[in-house]
């Protein structure tokens, strides 16, 4: 198999289990570890997406000429996403946290399954 | 010989995400969340993605696992 | 033939749907109300539908996602409006611990394991078909060369992804910077704020702070190598318009740089104001920075409002080093406030 296809299915793979991992558990740290582990996947999907076979990176210096370059870089529009993703994710992943720890200062649980009453 | 690495590094981000899914520790599993971006992080090197490479390595598996451990410090009542 | 079981349908259909308004408008009570409104009009609504896929059948595709999302929405909603009726009516009927008794724990797990099986086969089916369909590419596609193309050539930057991140789409990266702003501001909402139970928490995890120091291999090491991660930091983010490297990066490096000296100091209070202040004005500068573009070169945040240079220098790309130092300069001090309303 190609090398990209092989790192498009691992990051497939992972979004399945953090999704799995969201839907099943019951503490609110886990279900936050699942979806770190679905952004790791996610994010493995877009750069797999922009790799061209035998490229390299898309950076002109010594190793990849002006000349040479649309032929032997990979594309460097997934890379850019990607950075930006993964900061994002990063910040959903904080403020989820501090959910978790203000909900365990309320009702001194991490169980998902106490939180039930709605608003109203 | 890059697919073989490439093998080697998915087979490690498989088997750590496997990790963190079965672990019954809370604390080995925010660890093995770390390792998983630490092996995608290497991954994106030899995609030829070096930028995406040190974001992941910096944020994936360097703070992102030291805000999991605070919250897992704060959310334990066996201190004291 | 098809149309005409089709049209028959599509006629039952809309007797459902009547039958679904006359009781609306008939039926005594709320309760029995949001009875014939969700159930006559669900089955109303797919009957139509089947006779539309009757009569059209290359639409059957969609037709199926939308009585799909029918399915799955008129249930919740129709739930929803039975609770708030519940709850201005005032009638204890119906409340979690009767739901309890209801449904076992036992059941539940596995009705709740079930549906998740289901979801994620069916997500399984859609993910193998694209991971088998995928292959990968042997040439870039035209937006690619194009950025590849312009990148050195106008911007005079080698690094494309920095080119693209700081010039092309910087005001992707100036909203991601406010997503992180906002990020930093509700952490310290939710993990700072202020009252005497809280006060009394701050103060007991500094006592057993103090009570437990960092060792002495956490002490040394800091000192040699605090300053060793914060050169790399601005390293990083001064060359990122040459290597790999830029404002995220170098900024994720400075508040790991930040984590040590908390990690090895633990009686450190870092001066959140200070950090506050330093981040606005950073921001501040970005605009100004692209305002100046604005007035100046061909766009907000161009880079060519500073003169472009030889291609490679370290002085070169105009603004772009400016601006990947004062990314990386808010992006360190964002992080770092997060990290140090977790610690605290």
């Known amino acids: 198999m190609t090398i990209a296809s092989i790192v498009l299915s691992t990051g497939l793979v992972l979004v399945l289990m953090g999704i799995w991992v969201m839907l099943t558990q019951r503490n609110i740290l886990r279900i936050i570890v699942g979806f770190m582990l679905m952004g790791t996947g996610s994010h493995l999907v877009i750069v797999a997406i922009g790799y061209v076979s035998n490229g390299t990176a898309p950076i002109i210096d010594g190793g990849l000429s002006l000349a040479e370059a649309p032929t032997r870089s990979v594309d460097p529009i997934p890379s850019a996403l990607a950075v930006t993703a993964i900061v994002i994710g990063l910040a959903v992943t904080a403020v989820m946290l501090a959910y978790a720890i203000r909900l365990y200062q309320a009702k001194q649980t991490l169980s998902i399954d106490a939180f039930t009453d709605s608003k109203w | ?80 | 033939m098809a149309e005409l079981v089709g049209s028959i349908a599509i006629l039952i259909g809309a007797v459902f749907l009547f039958s679904a308004g006359l009781g609306m408008l008939r039926m005594p009570d709320a309760f029995t109300r949001i009875q014939a409104g969700t159930k006559a009009s669900t089955l109303g609504n797919i009957m139509v539908l089947v006779g539309i896929a009757f009569h059209h059948p290359d639409w059957t595709l969609k037709l199926v996602l939308i009585a799909y999302f029918v399915l799955m929405t008129n249930p919740v909603s129709s739930h929803e409006l039975a609770r708030a009726a519940n709850t201005i009516l005032g009638r204890a009927a119906h409340s979690p611990a009767a739901d309890a008794q209801r449904w076992p724990a036992m059941e539940r797990d596995v009705m709740r394991r079930g549906a998740a099986i289901v979801l994620l086969a069916s997500l399984g089916v859609i993910f193998a078909t694209i991971a088998l369909n995928y292959s990968q590419r042997s040439s870039l596609p035209e937006l690619a060369a194009a950025y590849l193309d312009l990148v050195p050539r106008e911007l005079g930057a080698p690094n494309v992804i920095t080119g693209i991140l700081l010039t092309y789409r910087a005001f992707d990266t100036l909203g991601e910077v406010a997503v992180l702003f906002m990020v930093a501001a509700g952490v310290g909402l939710l993990l700072g704020a202020g009252g005497k139970e809280r006060d009394d928490v701050q103060a007991g995890i500094r006592r057993s702070l103090q009570e437990t120091p960092s060792t002495e291999i956490v002490q040394n090491g800091a000192k040699i190598l605090v300053p060793l991660i914060a050169i790399f930091a601005a390293y990083i983010v001064m060359h990122g318009h040459l290597g790999p490297g830029g404002g995220f990066q170098g900024g994720a490096v400075m508040a790991s740089c930040a984590l040590l000296l908390l990690l090895a100091t633990p009686n450190y209070r870092i001066k959140l104001a200070h950090l506050n202040f330093i981040e606005s004005l950073a921001g501040l500068l970005i605009v100004v920075v692209g305002i100046a573009g604005i007035i100046l070169a061909n766009g907000f945040l161009d880079n060519r409002v500073l003169p472009l240079g030889e291609f490679g220098a370290f002085f070169s790309a105009g603004a772009i080093p400016v601006l990947s130092v004062l990314l990386g300069v808010k992006v360190g001090c964002e992080l770092s406030v997060i990290i140090e309303r977790f610690r605290a």
């Open chain 2, 1 to 80: 010989m890059l697919e073989l690495l490439i093998y080697m590094l998915c087979g490690g981000i498989l088997a750590s995400g496997l990790l963190a899914v079965r672990l019954k520790s809370l604390l080995a599993a925010a660890v093995s969340t770390g390792l998983a971006s630490l092996f995608a992080a290497v991954c994106y090197l030899l995609l030829g993605a070096p930028d995406v490479a040190m974001t992941e390595a910096s944020i994936g598996s360097g703070l992102s696992t030291i805000i999991f451990l605070y919250a897992i410090h704060k959310t334990t009542n066996a201190r004291e």
